[in-house]
């Protein structure tokens, strides 16, 4: 078992060998601290999901404590993930001076399994009242306690989940790991149909790809968009963009090859499997991609990620961006989020395989997914919805709003036969009737790929692909792991049923893939994600088009989904309108920002510098008509900016009601707009004035980082 609880997912090469986990506390290190009975009763929370034994705290705790101290350790933290995305620490000495003016050292049992930080600094979604701040971080066992270092020591993180004091969740890790057993739980009973009994524990399979843009300190310093915001609300596009293509897997300027060198090592010694480093498509873009894991772990080091890659960039004067859409009129970021689920002895359910019998569990899984998205596409949205994913889905660079699954065309050959019958009810060896003869074997990673779709067949896994890059991986995770829990859960009574009626099995199989694709194929589609004729199509298919956030966060808590959550023990309603209010909130306050910002930098920035060059232009009045007709194509931008920022002046004094959704939709209906017009005045003028006099670094200087 390696340190990231999934057995057969890393081999670290000799290369990184030395460093590969060194500040984590790993299964072997925890073993090897422990005695024989306490690892046993561990192993078995660990490994089985069992109740973790009080008893036996106080002596993890104090492993916990000396490997840490070894390892240069001071401090401890419940590290947690609060409904912001982010992570959240709270640091605790080691050392507790006492009385006599000693110092002793102490990190009990307790102190591991529960700690209280102050949980009204965190949103809520109105599940915790200021006067009820309480909130408990308790230890997830299964994620391994981690060291992080600044230059002045290091840290013990435990992974923890973050509850209200009534047992709500507030935080991102509960819900997915709730969603991990309402996986297994419908996966191992699916199994059982198959005969394979032998199987332990069922588990999702994470490999998150991260796209983000580098750009120099220097200039994100001088951007307060930027800094406040983490995407230009100002900027002309550069006469040069990503229309070369030259950037995708283009060669790596030292300098960013040093970074990512750094960031590599530092996600090595903290256990992360990061794999590829590329250009992205477009310039000043980059990508990290890892191994996958367990799907809980993979969340809590996506998170990692991100944090190293922003701590990193500073070290070597850049700024890391993770927004959507930092740049408009440039590709944006996504967080590709691969998917899939094994067995803990390592079978990939979703392989297609070579041999018939494991087609056919294959098949049943992957028939279960395409119901999961057709069903669930209004979940599948709302959970990668955000004010700056909203920049990049439906723009005709990233996956489309509306929810599609590409398959392939061997794959849709292979259900198309299912369905017409066509593969022939022939049994081959008393095998399942789909042989190899009219199954074909689907070859790893079969051929085509399809940027244009939102979440893609590819070759053993799914890739969800409308996950943004600033977003924490566990609700699209946690909603992904529930409706196809539901979806096996269903195939699975179906077939039962059909059996009990005396139907064979292998008939009753067919029958319900066979029904099943026929009713969800809808959702199947593997032309282009972008084209016109595809939205009219998806219309005339049925399919949900839910293009703006807000829309789908007014699904999220639908008749279907609050059922949908509470019967497989997720969310439950409250939880579920707390995150719902919670999404709200933060639409809400991040386009607030923004207008707030727009509005400053226009009035304390560009007006100022159109007004000292209107003032050369004016001295040079009447010396040629090119002075003269620039004259009036700046005065006139800039009167358009002035009518344009009055008017989002106007508009941010409002604030929609008192309502987090009639606040949003006062920000999507009114503020929005007034922003896109100030910022295209400020652009003209951004292309007329003189570059000396322009207050902040353009496009063309930030993108090329070098
Ligand atoms: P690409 O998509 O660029 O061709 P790969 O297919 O090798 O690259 O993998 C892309 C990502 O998918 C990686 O992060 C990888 O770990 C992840 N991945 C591969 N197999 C699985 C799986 N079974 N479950 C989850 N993620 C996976
Ligand atoms: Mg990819």
């Known amino acids: 078992m390696s340190s990231n609880g999934f057995a057969t997912t890393i081999s670290a090469s000799d290369v990184v060998s030395d460093v590969y986990a060194s500040d984590v506390l790993t299964m072997d290190q925890l073993r090897q601290r422990l005695s024989r009975p306490v690892w046993k009763s561990l192993h078995e929370t660990i490994e089985k999901g069992k109740a973790i034994d009080s008893a036996i705290a106080d002596t993890v705790a104090l492993a916990m404590k000396t490997w840490a101290t070894e390892q240069g350790a001071t401090h401890f933290t419940h590290w947690f993930q609060p409904l912001t995305g982010l992570?959240?620490?709270?640091?605790?000495?080691?050392?507790?001076?006492?009385?006599?003016?000693?110092?002793?050292?102490?990190?009990?049992?307790?102190?591991?399994?529960?700690?209280?930080?102050?949980?009204?600094?965190?949103?809520?979604?109105?599940?915790?009242?200021?006067?009820?701040?309480?909130?408990?971080?308790?230890?997830?066992?299964?994620?391994?306690?981690?060291?992080?270092?600044?230059?002045?020591?290091?840290?013990?993180c435990i992974p923890t989940a973050f509850a209200s004091w009534t047992g709500e969740a507030l935080d991102h890790k509960t819900p997915l790991l709730r969603s991990m057993e309402a996986l297994n739980d419908a996966a191992m009973k699916a199994l059982v149909l198959f005969g394979e009994t032998h199987v332990g524990k069922v588990v999702s399979t994470v490999g998150a790809e991260q796209e983000y843009?580098?750009?120099?300190?220097?200039?994100?310093?001088?951007?307060?968009?930027?800094?406040?915001?983490?995407?230009?609300?100002?900027?002309?596009?550069?006469?040069?963009?990503?229309?070369?293509?030259?950037?995708?897997?283009?060669?790596?300027?030292?300098?960013?090859?040093?970074?990512?060198t750094e960031v590599e090592h530092q996600l090595y010694s903290l256990g992360v499997p990061v794999r590829t480093r590329h250009n992205e498509?477009?310039?000043?873009?980059?990508?990290?991609?890892?191994?996958?894991?367990?799907?809980?772990?993979?969340?809590?080091h996506q998170q990692l990620v991100m944090q190293v890659l922003t701590n990193t960039a500073k070290r070597h004067g850049l700024v890391c961006l993770l927004h959507e859409k930092p740049f408009a009129g440039i590709n944006g970021s996504g967080k590709h989020v691969n998917w899939s689920i094994s067995t803990d002895h390592g079978m990939n359910l979703l392989e297609p395989g070579d041999t018939p019998i494991e087609?056919?569990?294959?098949?049943?899984?992957?028939?279960?997914?395409?119901?999961?998205?057709?069903?669930?596409?209004?979940?599948?949205?709302?959970?990668?919805?955000?004010?700056?994913?909203?920049?990049?889905?439906?723009?005709?660079?990233?996956?489309?709003?509306?929810?599609?699954?590409?398959?392939?065309?061997?794959?849709?050959?292979?259900?198309?036969?299912?369905?017409?019958?066509?593969?022939?009810?022939?049994?081959?060896?008393?095998?399942?009737?789909?042989?190899?003869?009219?199954?074909?074997?689907?070859?790893?990673?079969?051929?085509?790929?399809?940027?244009?779709?939102?979440?893609?067949?590819?070759?053993?896994?799914?890739?969800?692909?409308?996950?943004?890059?600033?977003?924490?991986?566990?609700?699209?995770?946690?909603?992904?792991?529930?409706?196809?829990?539901?979806?096996?859960?269903?195939?699975?009574?179906?077939?039962?049923?059909?059996?009990?009626?005396?139907?064979?099995?292998?008939?009753?199989?067919?029958?319900?893939?066979?029904?099943?694709?026929?009713?969800?194929?809808r959702v199947v589609y593997n032309g282009d994600g972008y084209s016109d004729e595809w939205h009219k199509e998806a219309q005339e298919?049925?399919?949900?088009?839910?293009?703006?956030?807000?829309?789908?966060?007014?699904?999220?808590?639908?008749?279907?989904?609050?059922?949908?959550?509470?019967?497989?023990?997720?969310?439950?309603?409250?939880?579920?309108?707390?995150?719902?209010?919670?999404l709200f909130e933060q639409y809400f306050k991040?386009?607030?920002?923004?207008?707030?910002?727009?509005?400053?930098?226009?009035?304390?920035?560009?007006?100022?510098?159109?007004?000292?060059?209107?003032?050369?232009?004016?001295?040079?009045?009447?010396?040629?008509?090119?002075?003269?007709s620039s004259i009036a194509r700046v005065a006139a931008s800039s009167d358009a900016l002035g009518t344009a920022l009055d008017e989002l002046r106007t508009q941010n004094r409002e604030l929609g009601g008192n309502e987090a959704h009639s606040k949003c939709k006062h920000m999507y209906k009114n503020v929005l707009p007034a922003m896109a017009r100030v910022r295209r005045a400020g652009d003209e003028l951004e292309q007329l004035c003189d570059h000396k006099l322009w207050p902040m670094p353009t496009y063309r200087e930030m993108l090329f980082v070098k």
Request: hydrophobic letters at 40%; one cysteine or more.
């Open 281 to 300: 498509v477009a310039p000043g873009q980059f990508e990290f991609a890892p191994i996958f894991e367990h799907a809980n772990i993979a969340a809590d």
């Open 359 to 521: 087609n056919m569990l294959f098949l049943f899984f992957c028939t279960a997914v395409i119901r999961a998205v057709d069903k669930h596409a209004d979940l599948l949205r709302a959970c990668v919805a955000s004010a700056s994913n909203d920049h990049r889905l439906g723009a005709q660079e990233a996956p489309p709003a509306i929810m599609s699954i590409f398959l392939g065309d061997e794959l849709s050959d292979v259900f198309d036969r299912l369905v017409s019958g066509k593969e022939g009810s022939r049994k081959s060896a008393g095998l399942l009737g789909l042989g190899t003869a009219v199954l074909p074997p689907l070859p790893l990673h079969s051929g085509d790929r399809n940027r244009t779709s939102p979440f893609a067949f590819t070759g053993n896994k799914f890739e969800f692909r409308a996950v943004g890059s600033s977003q924490s991986v566990s609700f699209p995770i946690t909603v992904l792991n529930t409706i196809v829990a539901e979806s096996i859960a269903e195939l699975t009574r179906a077939i039962e049923t059909a059996v009990k009626k005396r139907t064979p099995f292998e008939t009753a199989l067919r029958d319900v893939l066979k029904a099943t694709y026929s009713e969800h194929c």
């Open 213 to 260: 843009f580098l750009v120099d300190e220097a200039f994100a310093r001088q951007r307060p968009d930027l800094l406040m915001t983490g995407r230009t609300l100002f900027g002309a596009k550069p006469p040069r963009g990503q229309e070369l293509e030259d950037h995708y897997f283009g060669s790596i300027p030292n300098r960013i090859l040093t970074f990512m």
């Open 590 to 628: 991040s386009v607030n920002i923004e207008a707030e910002t727009t509005e400053w930098i226009a009035q304390t920035m560009i007006i100022p510098a159109v007004a000292s060059y209107l003032g050369t232009l004016k001295a040079a009045s009447g010396m040629s008509q090119t002075i003269d």
């Open 87 to 156: 992570t959240a620490e709270k640091h605790e000495s080691f050392v507790v001076p006492t009385s006599d003016g000693q110092a002793i050292s102490q990190f009990s049992g307790r102190e591991l399994i529960q700690g209280e930080p102050d949980a009204s600094s965190f949103p809520s979604g109105g599940l915790r009242a200021t006067f009820e701040a309480r909130g408990y971080t308790a230890w997830d066992p299964t994620s391994p306690a981690f060291i992080m270092r600044h230059d002045n020591g290091a840290t013990l």
């Open 541 to 582: 298919r049925g399919l949900p088009m839910l293009r703006t956030s807000i829309e789908s966060f007014e699904q999220l808590v639908s008749t279907k989904n609050v059922k949908l959550f509470s019967a497989f023990n997720v969310l439950s309603k409250r939880e579920l309108e707390a995150r719902q209010e919670v």
